[in-house]
């Protein structure tokens, strides 16, 4: 469908509406929780220059050639280290949003509604 970029695209697709969604309605909250957001995305870095490595020397998957840019880093497709900074990114966004709204005794975090 989207060829080399497919890798890419299917990774911002998925990504990038939750965390513009979670930073629409919560910025201050996430501003304020940079330090989080930082060490989150740092770590999830250094597991992906770990374990990339030594998945792409074990081989338990494989990149198809025809879905990757095709330049590689660290092992892998150079697709790669920004997926570990968006999906890092993700979950740390939603688990401080979801905490946020617990301490608040509110349960539905994604609309906004108790």
Known sequence: MFGNFSYLAWMLIFCVPALSWLWMRHFTLLIRN????????????????VADPLASALHPWFYS??????????????????????????????????????????????????
């Open 65 to 114: 050639s025809d879905r990757i840019l095709g330049p590689w880093l660290l092992g892998g497709p150079i697709e790669d280290a920004p997926y570990a900074v968006l999906v890092s990114l993700v979950i740390s966004t939603g688990v401080i949003v979801a905490i946020d709204w617990r301490r608040k005794g509110r349960r539905a975090f994604l609309v906004g509604r108790n």
């Open 34 to 49: 940079k330090k989080v957001l930082l060490v989150t995305i740092g770590t999830g870095l250094l597991w992906w220059a």
